[in-house]
C-alpha cells in the first residue's frame, strides 16, 4: 500500500506563491504517475497538473498552465507543485494522488482523471486572499 504525504500548504495572498510536496512512503512498481487535484468547498475534486514518469510528460489544467509548474525528484518518490500567481479562486484543498497506467495518456482529460489515481493524500490547506 504506497501512502501519500503532502506538505507546504497555507494561508497566502493574491500574487503570492506557494510550493506543495508530496513524498511517497516507497518507491512502487504500482506507480508510474503522479499529480496534484484539488477540491474547493461546494465543488467537484478537479485534476490540477500530472507527471507520466515512464516519459517524464507533464499534463496541466488549463487554470494551471503558465502559473503552476510540477516536478519530481527521487524517481517515483517524491512531487512538488510550484504554484505562483495564486488567486483567490485557487483556494481549495490539495490532494496528491498516485495510480498506475500501461500506457501513457493521450489526453489531457484522460491525465487529469481521478479514475486514474489508485493512491490519495490527506489533502493540504491552500487558502489565498484577495
Known amino acids: 500500500q504506497v501512502q501519500l504525504v503532502e506538505s507546504g500548504g497555507g494561508s497566502v495572498q493574491a500574487g503570492d506563491s506557494l510550493k506543495l510536496s508530496c513524498a511517497a512512503s516507497?518507491?512502487?512498481?504500482?506507480?508510474?504517475?503522479m499529480g496534484w487535484f484539488r477540491q474547493a468547498p461546494g465543488k467537484e475534486r478537479e485534476g490540477v497538473a500530472v507527471i507520466y514518469f515512464p516519459t517524464e510528460t507533464r499534463y496541466y489544467a488549463t487554470f494551471a498552465e503558465g502559473r503552476f509548474t510540477l516536478f519530481s525528484a527521487n524517481a517515483k518518490n517524491t512531487v512538488y507543485l510550484q504554484m505562483k500567481n495564486l488567486k483567490p479562486e485557487d483556494t481549495a484543498m490539495y490532494y496528491c494522488a498516485a495510480g498506475w497506467r500501461d500506457v501513457e495518456p493521450r489526453r489531457v482529460v484522460t491525465a487529469l482523471s481521478q479514475d486514474t489515481f489508485d493512491y490519495w493524500g490527506q489533502g493540504t490547506q491552500v487558502t489565498v486572499s484577495s
Open positions: 516507497e518507491s512502487s512498481d504500482n506507480v508510474n504517475l
